[in-house]
């Protein structure tokens, strides 16, 4: 497994960005297929984006299709969740997810390692 650390989040107005870094640390974390979920109270997880291994395909949940911007730096072994055009309905619990194994998939449950989670709030 990989060890996840996300950080970034905070308390912002509509409209305006955010950019969340998840820090990847573990063997193989390079190759991993990188994830953000999302989770307000009282809600199920939802999907947000994710990224291959490569950093050359991404793909988005459709509540934030054009907003956000889902990219790693592979040296880095961090990836990054640039929020833009903040809502109300953004706020949740960010979540960086990881696996070796999975692409084009918006289910929770097939990702192997998790972060902590970030806060972000945003106020109308």
């Known amino acids: 497994q990989v060890q996840l650390v996300e950080s970034g989040g905070g308390l912002v107005q509509a409209g305006d960005s955010l950019r969340l870094s998840c820090a990847a640390s573990?063997?193989?974390?390079?190759?991993?297929?990188m994830g953000w979920f999302r989770q307000a109270p009282g809600k199920e997880r939802e999907f947000v984006a994710a990224?291959?291994?490569?950093?050359?395909?991404?793909y988005y949940g459709d509540s934030v299709k054009g907003r956000f911007t889902i990219s790693r730096d592979k040296a880095k072994n961090t990836v990054y969740l640039q929020m833009n055009s903040l809502k109300p309905e953004d706020t949740a619990d960010y979540y960086c997810a990881a696996d070796s194994r999975v692409w084009r998939t918006a289910r929770p449950v097939d990702f192997a390692s998790w972060g902590q989670g970030t806060q972000v709030t945003v106020s109308s």
């Open positions: 573990g063997r193989t974390s390079s190759t991993y297929t």
């Open positions: 990224i291959n291994w490569s950093g050359s395909s991404t």
